[in-house]
């Protein structure tokens, strides 16, 4: 693919969607620069669950293989009673290569990273840190990101991926994270110093009322990660300090044995909330596009935020890049890109947060949903082929067949945005 046909692009963001992105397009033969406001390219947390969606894309990039050699392809995902400590249903993994293309692996996210900036760096992107963009503007013939030590930046076309607290969003719109109300605890370490511990050939997510505890092991083996989540009452009474580890300890008290004493090896020392935003249909306008969370951030329950990034990625490399578009605005391309991944991730947005209710809820509900999960079958992927299997929104397919007319794209003269006050978790 000459390079020619492909926009020299601006990536405002060096996180995993950010990078994929980058390597995507530079793949196809295109320019790319990418902005980290960050001092180093690094993923905040510890592991990383990526379903077939997104491994597909990353065999495709070369990746994979990459990866493979410190990851875990766990037997089973598994839901488990937190407080009776009882299984309650599980999804058989082994056959996702032959089901859907591509396997389901846990990993730490800075190997993740790491591969898709040693790939990036091979194929010749430009990677800055410390480039907090203050500025960025769209002239209707390139785009400009100013940053916040005066270092400027331009290309044809540029991309948002700066996660849940995007600047580039505001381009789009004015909205708010939306807090949960939920806080999580997560972090991994050495196996050797984890006592107790689940299946080590599976993803286990013991669940219960406004709770959960999800545990697997990174690097083959050498490392345990737990991530602990739970309803804040604090924050629901509007207290300032919320989430605390007290509180923590408190949330999780009914639970099992193997759940409680689980809590004793994971980290205290830093906390998340758990935020998303409203679903958004239009992350496109002029010569400026979103992708991953910047464009829609979701909850945790599905293990999707970095797989739906990186099909973003996947597909708007592929229509920077399809036959036939060389002679279309890059506008229209852009449009199309969003017209695509639009409707299949505000959907994942919103099977999330239900999702999220299903394993934390109680009384009745909860009985409900127990004798629902007691007699499903491991072996039906009802449920998940549509988040898994390959569709039209996926590189090697025709996308733009499924898609339906493009919006209207315009490269206003004029486009131009600013940050007039900074992102607070």
Wanted: net charge negative; glycine share 8%.
């Amino acid at each position: 693919m000459s390079s020619d046909r492909l926009p020299d692009t601006l990536i405002v963001g060096g996180g995993i969607g950010g990078l994929t992105a980058a390597l995507s397009i530079a793949r196809q033969g295109g320019a790319v620069t990418v902005l980290e406001r960050s001092k180093t390219f690094a993923e905040v947390g510890a592991g990383i669950q990526l379903a077939p969606n997104a491994t597909r894309i990353l065999r495709l990039l070369g990746v994979l293989d990459k990866i493979l050699p410190v990851a875990v392809l766990p037997r089973r995902l598994v839901l488990a009673d937190a407080i009776e400590s009882r299984e309650l249903t599980s999804l058989d993994l082994t056959d996702f290569p032959e089901r859907y293309g591509a396997p389901y692996l846990v990993l730490h996210r800075n190997d993740l990273l790491s591969a898709l900036l040693d790939a990036c760096a091979q194929r010749g992107v430009g990677l800055h840190t410390d480039a907090s963009v203050t500025d960025l503007r769209d002239t209707g013939t390139a785009t400009t990101a100013v940053c916040a030590d005066g270092r400027e930046f331009s290309a044809e076309i540029a991309v948002g991926a700066d996660g849940l607290h995007s600047r580039i969003r505001e381009y789009f719109i004015d909205d708010e994270p939306v807090n949960s109300g939920f806080v999580a605890y997560r972090g991994a370490v050495p196996m050797d110093q984890v006592e107790r511990h689940a299946d080590l050939r599976d993803v286990v997510a013991w669940i219960g009322p406004g709770l959960h505890l999800v545990q697997y092991p990174l690097r083959s083996g050498q490392m345990y990660n737990q991530v602990a989540v739970f309803r804040s009452e604090a924050y629901l009474r509007g207290e300032a300090d919320w989430g605390s580890p007290a509180e923590l300890t408190a949330a999780f008290a009914a639970c099992c044995e193997h759940v409680r004493e689980s809590l004793k090896t994971l980290s205290i020392a830093n906390r998340w909330p758990m935020l998303d935003r409203l679903p958004m249909p239009h992350w496109a306008r002029g010569r400026v596009a979103l992708l991953g969370d910047a464009a829609h951030p979701m909850l945790q329950y599905l293990a999707q935020g970095a797989c739906q990034a990186i099909e973003d990625a996947g597909m708007l490399a592929a229509e920077l890049a399809a036959e036939g578009n060389a002679s279309r605005p890059f506008s229209e391309r852009l449009a199309r890109y969003a017209a695509v991944r639009a409707p299949s991730a505000m959907r994942v947005q919103r099977a999330a947060r239900t999702w999220g209710e299903i394993w934390h809820s109680d009384g009745v509900a909860k009985l409900l949903r127990d004798e629902l999960l007691l007699s499903s079958n491991p072996a039906d992927h009802k449920y998940v082929d549509w988040l898994y299997r390959e569709n039209a929104t996926l590189p090697g397919n025709d996308p733009r067949a499924a898609a339906g007319p493009v919006p209207q794209a315009q490269d206003g003269a004029d486009g131009r945005w600013q940050r007039e006050k900074e992102s607070t978790l």
